[in-house]
């Protein structure tokens, strides 16, 4: 049996969805929001889109780019991800070694890859010249269990609202990610400073759920958000959950996301996940209060060019 690897084609978008929720279940993927990514990528980002096939089946896949947002030039991203029980074949070490040349000549000086903290995974990184740094928990909660926390109610001078409201104007949402996003820890930071791709990227995303987005607002200015991904099916991601910084210390991201997830549960959707750095005691605490429990655990690596 013979194992290539080539790039994503659009008629590979139902396959690949398939590969990439058997391989990682805690991440939301659609046929529509790979398409949408590759289609509208940003050019400075040098994305691509990587399979790894076997007599015509996809056993592995990756995503490659540059974090073009940075205000740290050459730092390149990718995680290869194969098909449980079809490892050592050798699609991991191809897709690692052709998404390292396309970063390399996109002009990547440091590549970063999430590795899944088990023992073989952690070897193959090791044995290609990566090194471990921080860790980040993935946490699943059973909506269908019916175990959130009851609503809060509303301190004076608070209300919540769905992103749709801001389907008209969401500049607000644009600068309050930003604001969150510049603060957030991580080895590669961002700097949210292009409104047009930030519509494109985020807002119109095929996977970003308006509606199941929750907003908190106090005096009517904007203080804290849930964003919501969702696959249109079961799976519910939260992918930014945050306070702006005048208004941390009340409790307000916790207000958003109960609110979001209840919403969420409501409208059908039984597995909800989210993800927080291993360090983040504060966050893994609140996360433990809505009912979530740790279901898998990725180590980043970095390898210097």
Aim: net charge negative.
């Amino acid at each position: 049996m013979t194992v290539i690897v080539r790039d994503f084609r659009p008629s590979d978008a139902e396959a690949w969805t398939r590969a990439r929720r058997a391989s990682v279940p805690w991440m939301v993927a659609t046929p529509e929001q790979i398409v949408h990514d590759l289609t509208h990528a940003h050019p400075d980002k040098h994305y691509r889109l990587l399979i790894a096939e076997e007599d015509g089946e996809i056993i592995g896949t990756a995503q490659a780019g540059i974090a073009h947002d940075s205000p740290e030039p050459g730092q390149g991203y990718f995680t290869p991800h194969t098909l449980p029980g079809r490892t050592r074949r050798g699609a991991g070490s191809l897709l690692l070694r052709t998404a390292e040349e396309h970063l390399a000549r996109a002009g990547a000086t440091v590549l970063y890859a999430w590795v899944l903290d088990d023992a073989e995974s952690l070897e193959f990184a090791r044995r290609r010249g990566y090194e471990p740094k921080r860790s980040a928990h993935f946490q699943r909660l059973d909506l269908a269990g019916g175990g959130l926390p009851p609503r809060q109610e509303l301190p004076a001078g608070v209300e919540l609202r769905p992103g749709s409201a801001f389907a008209d104007d969401p500049r607000p949402l644009f600068a309050a990610d930003a604001e969150v996003t510049a603060d957030e820890p991580g080895d590669i930071t961002s700097e949210l400073d292009d409104y047009a791709d930030w519509l494109t990227s985020v807002w119109r995303h095929p996977a970003f759920d308006q509606e199941l987005t929750s907003v908190v607002l106090v005096d009517g200015e904007v203080a804290a958000f849930s964003a919501a991904t969702t696959d249109g099916e079961r799976t519910y991601l939260s992918a930014m959950t945050g306070t702006l910084r005048d208004f941390r210390g009340r409790g307000l991201a916790k207000l958003a996301k109960n609110d979001s997830l209840h919403r969420a549960r409501a409208a059908g959707y039984t597995d909800a996940y989210t993800s927080n750095d291993t360090g983040n005691a504060p966050m893994l605490a609140v996360n433990q209060w809505f009912g979530y429990r740790v279901c898998a655990t990725e180590v980043r690596h970095v390898r210097t060019l």
